[in-house]
């Protein structure tokens, strides 16, 4: 009897194993025809000075509308595009992206774009380099944003390409800092210009004291390196003031906008001028 029990239960976990293998597979089969028939776009999210609540840039997010399966998220199919070599030709389509609209843009606007640690290449400097080169754009108007998982394998080696990438001219932001290893010994590397603080820490600021400690600790960090910050995920007023005085440079989240589309984004940049994008 218990033999058949225990057949029955590994019966029931391998086709859930099968079907979740077969979601997979079907998913990796969209994402190629995907990236064959451009259904990837890039959506831009404002980035404000946290001064003066004016626009400095916007960070790059990919976005796919797939015809049948709607709008699928990138925490869905970037892990996919990873563990099946296909983030290669899609980060090559987002650095492209990106660039093409950054070139469209004036000084002092940036574009941070996304770079997963399946990009950190030897060949990621030489394909940055020739996307700045196609569209005249300076690399200081483009910013890149790691993880700390870029140091997971070989870290020796994704430094070295980093200090390439650093040296086009490019900021490297630590994105979703705190969140992932610590890896506080590679600051000493001076590899990065910017510290990102997850937008986990910030949306409750205001009722858990540990996470006003945690970003305190990281603007003090980030200061003593010569970093600035960027505080995600500010979806309030109150959040506003709290990362701003918590020593915060810039500020992104749903309160100064959402990501949008390039033309909503363009709006921004010519329409706004110098003012304000909240009040
Ligand atoms: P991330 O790089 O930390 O991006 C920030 C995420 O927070 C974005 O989600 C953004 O839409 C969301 N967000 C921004 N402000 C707020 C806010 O005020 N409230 C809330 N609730 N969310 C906010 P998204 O676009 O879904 O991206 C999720 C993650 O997927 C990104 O986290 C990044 O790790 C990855 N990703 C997105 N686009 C790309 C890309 O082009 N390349 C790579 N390699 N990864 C990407
Ligand atoms: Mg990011
Ligand atoms: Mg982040
Ligand atoms: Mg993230």
């Not at 859930?16 to 990796?28: A, G, K, M, T």
């Not at 205001?206 to 390196?225: C, E, M, Q």
């Amino acid at each position: 009897q218990a033999k058949d029990a225990g057949r029955g239960v590994v019966r029931y976990f391998s086709s859930e194993l099968q079907s979740e293998q077969e979601d997979r597979v079907r998913l990796e089969a969209d994402i190629r025809a995907a990236l064959e028939s451009r259904q990837f776009h890039l959506a831009f999210q404002p980035l404000v000075s946290a001064k003066n609540q004016k626009l400095v840039g916007f960070e790059a997010l990919v976005r796919w509308n797939h015809p049948k399966r709607g709008f699928v998220p990138p925490n869905v199919f970037i892990p996919v595009a990873e563990e099946c070599g296909l983030m290669g030709p899609l980060g090559d389509f987002i650095i492209e992206e990106a660039c093409r609209a950054a070139a469209t843009w004036p000084e002092p606007i940036t574009v941070a774009l996304n770079v997963s640690p399946k990009q950190i290449l030897p060949s990621l400097p030489t394909v940055l380099s020739q996307a700045l080169a196609r569209y005249k754009l300076p690399g200081n108007r483009i910013e890149l944003e790691v993880t700390e998982g870029v140091f997971i394998d070989s870290s020796s080696r994704s430094l070295d390409i980093l200090g390439r990438l650093r040296a086009l001219g490019v900021g490297i932001a630590l994105d979703d800092f705190g969140t992932g290893y610590s890896s506080i010994g590679y600051l000493n590397k001076a590899v990065f210009h910017k510290l990102k603080i997850d937008g986990s820490f910030v949306r409750d600021a205001g009722t858990r004291p540990g996470n006003v400690a945690i970003i305190k600790s990281i603007v003090a960090l980030a200061k003593d390196f010569r970093m600035s910050v960027t505080a995600e995920g500010v979806e309030t007023a109150e959040d506003f003031e709290r990362m701003r005085e918590l020593g915060c440079d810039t500020i992104q989240g749903y309160l100064f906008g959402k990501p949008l589309s390039y033309e909503r984004a363009n709006q921004l940049v010519t329409g706004l001028g110098a003012r304000k994008l909240a009040s």
